[in-house]
């Protein structure tokens, strides 16, 4: 419906996410009342059914919510809000249409309950993504989308290959030929795939899954992508893509990692914790405001892929506190992502740079403005009271229950993050202000409203998670029971 609503088409979609926003919420208050995890309002349709020579074929359309994935369509829907929120009246239907087409594909894709369904709404937010960076951009945008789009497009290919060789092995099985996740991801047809084909489905869903997150080394595109995107594009990418990958670890992997060996446990850990300082040390040596936020935004998200690692490892109550700490840092991520870059665009249309070194002292001149970009950076190192501290601390106390000391690697990150950021807001936001930006205008009442909505999300999940935690915590443990 953006496509076509002309010069309104930007309103057009808002009013249909708030509809929609507030139809799910109220859905899901109702709903999720008494949740003990597992899946529920589940909906199955038959689309086609094949009878040949012995073989059935069926596709199903189906859809079913846990109180993770409730969670995640609406945070999908929020982070839609505020991409659309931040773009520019010039940029016309086609890209708020584009935005919309991303966020029907996020909220597909954590609603469905069937493997071709899956795959095929996993594209459909690929592509939306790749067009606003090539097409609304900045710098070497044409590069960076096509760079987006070939590490993603390789771990797609990956993950539909995956995706027949487990319908193949079913098939094998049974004879019949199905893409349902339920039974796809039984133990007990998983316990009879051979152990090379079932290697290889491993790695096809990890390949994908870590690329989205992204994951060391698999994040090349991030910086790029990032950068080039249009501000709008950034708070997508943070907030909606990376969280498919968080999904797919949490939500679609974990409940037969009971089949995973010991050994991958640990190389998952090992990949999260380089991860997180490498990207802390990136953001650290960054002299652009953008490519700093978005190595910053990856080191939070190292924390899911340690999550997922330890939770293998881990038994009884801290398997499902990891669990839940892994699936709140998704979450919470969003809100905070949306918090920084929302604010660095604002920073953007008024000075025209991102860079450090062409700014400094802009509390004089934009005391508003620099207050939000600094609780998001504080929400983002971790900040007592804000959204990033319950996520960051969770999976850090209950790694310890796993790896011990090797959860020093996780402070250092800490620390790391909150030099780079303190480096950075002392040298852009405090100081002598620099007079050749002349004289500058903060926020005006529609601005401070859309980061007073974002800000206010981000204290809530930090100091009321109960609301959340509950259904994270119930759906961890019904996963806990799983392997």
């Known amino acids: 419906m953006s496509f076509f609503a002309g010069n309104q ?60 994935t409730d969670l995640l369509v609406i945070i999908s829907l929020f982070i839609t809000m505020f ?68 590490y993603t497009h390789i771990g797609s290919l990956f993950l539909l290959l995956s995706i ?27 316990e009879t795939v051979p152990t090379a084909g079932f290697y290889f489905i491993i790695f096809g869903f990890l ?22 995107a249009p501000y709008s594009g950034t708070i997508m990418l943070s907030g909606g893509l990376v969280a498919m990958g968080g999904y797919g670890l949490l939500g679609i992997l974990y409940p037969i990692a009971g089949l995973f060996p010991r050994a991958l446990a640990y190389f998952i850990i090992l990949l999260g914790l380089i991860s997180i300082i490498y990207f802390s040390f990136s953001a650290l040596f960054q002299t652009d405001l953008k490519r700093m936020a978005a190595y910053g935004s990856a080191a939070e ?33 969003t809100f905070v992502a949306a918090l920084i870059f929302a604010s660095l665009s604002m920073l953007y249309r008024r000075t025209q740079t991102s860079k450090i070194y062409d700014l400094g002292g802009l509390n004089r001149e934009l005391p508003v403005l620099s207050s939000f970009l600094l609780i998001g ?74 980061l007073f909505f974002i800000l206010a999300g981000t204290i809530f999940l930090g100091v009321y998670p109960t609301l959340l935690f509950k259904l994270l915590t119930a759906y961890a443990s019904h996963l806990g029971g799983l392997i």
């Open 301 to 333: 998200m190292a924390f899911i892929t340690i999550a997922f690692g330890t939770a293998l490892l881990s038994t009884g109550y801290v398997r499902t506190l990891d669990l839940s700490g892994g699936m709140y840092q998704i979450i919470a991520h």
């Open 377 to 450: 950076m504080l929400a983002s190192l971790g900040l007592p009271s804000l959204a990033g501290f319950i996520g960051e601390f969770s999976v850090t106390i209950s790694a310890f229950q796993s790896i011990g000391l090797y959860t020093l690697f996780i402070v250092l990150g800490l620390i790391i993050t909150a030099a780079f950021y303190i480096w950075a807001a002392q040298r852009f936001l405090f100081g002598y202000f620099n007079e050749r930006l002349g004289r500058l205008k903060d926020i005006n009442k529609q601005e401070f409203l859309i």
């Open 83 to 150: 991409a659309v929120l931040m773009g520019s009246k010039s940029h016309g239907a086609y890209f708020y249409g584009l935005f919309m087409a991303a966020g029907f594909g996020l909220a597909g894709l954590f609603m469905v309950r069937n493997f071709l369904f899956f795959y095929i709404f996993w594209e459909v937010v690929l592509i939306p993504v790749f067009f606003i960076i090539g097409k609304y951009g900045t710098g070497n945008r044409e590069r960076s989308s096509l760079k987006f789009f070939i």
């Open 207 to 228: 390949l994908a899954f870590l690329i989205k997150l992204p994951s060391f080394p698999l994040h090349s595109w991030l910086p790029d992508a990032y950068n080039d």
């Open 9 to 68: 088409s930007k309103t057009v979609s808002l009013v249909s996410l708030a509809i929609l926003t507030v139809f799910f919420i109220a859905y899901s208050a109702f709903e999720f009342r008494n949740y003990t995890g597992g899946v529920i309002a589940y909906y199955n349709t038959l689309l086609a059914q094949f009878h040949a020579s012995g073989i059935t074929i069926n596709i199903d359309f189906s859809l079913g919510l846990t109180g993770f």
């Open 164 to 190: 027949f060789t487990l319908s193949t092995y079913y098939f094998l099985n049974t004879g019949i030929f199905t893409f349902q996740i339920g039974d796809l991801t039984a133990l007990s047809f998983l």
